[in-house]
């Protein structure tokens, strides 16, 4: 049972600045795998398009047909879509739920 409740919600930590002041590096963050459409505002979970085995938290700023543009809420701290591009919407992992308590 923990285990398919792992596949459905994960718990997130924040390592870095690049979505301050939203979230602050070692807040803790609940995230549901992904059971809607992306929307534009939403936090989501990806894999580093450049590096599969990194995980992102971006916010999607963008959405034209099925890519996503992924941001960071600290511009001068963020590598996101202005770096790596546009990401498919079907890579999104999760999406931010709420921070955890």
Excluded: H
């Excluded at 919407?89 to 739920?97: E, G, L, M, P, T």
């Amino acid at each position: 049972m923990a285990r398919i409740l792992e596949f459905f919600v994960r718990r997130v930590t924040v390592e870095g600045s690049s979505m301050a002041p939203t979230y602050l590096p070692g807040q803790r963050l609940t995230a549901l795998r992904r059971w809607r459409r992306v929307r534009k505002g939403d936090v989501v979970v990806v894999r580093d398009p450049r590096n599969p085995s990194r995980w992102l938290l971006k916010r999607c700023v963008a959405r034209i047909g099925s890519l996503l543009d992924l941001r960071g809420d600290n511009a001068t701290a963020s590598t996101d879509s202005r770096d790596f591009g546009l990401v498919r919407a079907r890579d999104v992992a999760y999406i931010v739920f709420s921070p955890s308590r």
